[in-house]
Nanobody, 124 residues
Framework: QVQLVESGGGSVLAGNSLKLSCKVF????????LGWFRQAPGKEREFVAA????????SYADSVKGRFTISRDNAGNTLYLQMNNLQPDDTAVYFC?????????????????WGRGTQVTVSS
């Protein structure tokens, strides 16, 4: 029903920026809530940011608030995560995900569809 493909990951020095993209395929995209999660080595997958179906509501983890910006382009069926002032603690595999609630959902278990992830590595 819904497929997601992430891109834009890479290796950067601390203080630099990256922009992740997630191409979403599916007829329910416009009224589907979207989010970004990440998983670092030795840690559980954690919430990063979420956005409602219209893009009018956004939610961020405290660790990224003020540095990361989530957005979506429904016409282009694409989800974005602009990451500024990256730090070594941001190193992780980043996943985009979709839910059927059309809201800013932060719980991992509420997401129905997941991409394969893209690696982000930040060096000091």
């Amino acid at each position: 029903q819904v497929q997601l493909v992430e891109s834009g990951g890479g290796s950067v020095l601390a203080g630099n920026s990256l922009k992740l993209s997630c191409k979403v395929f599916g007829r329910t995209f416009s009224r589907t809530g979207l989010g970004w999660f990440r998983q670092a080595p030795g840690k559980e997958r954690e919430f990063v940011a979420a956005i409602s179906w219209s893009g009018g509501s956004q939610s961020y983890a405290d660790s990224v608030k003020g540095r990361f910006t989530i957005s979506r382009d429904n016409a282009g069926n694409t989800l974005y995560l602009q990451m500024n002032n990256l730090q070594p603690d941001d190193t992780a595999v980043y996943f985009c995900a979709a839910n059927e609630y059309a809201n800013t959902i932060t719980e991992i278990e509420k997401y129905d569809y997941w991409g394969r992830g893209t690696q982000v590595t930040v060096s000091s």
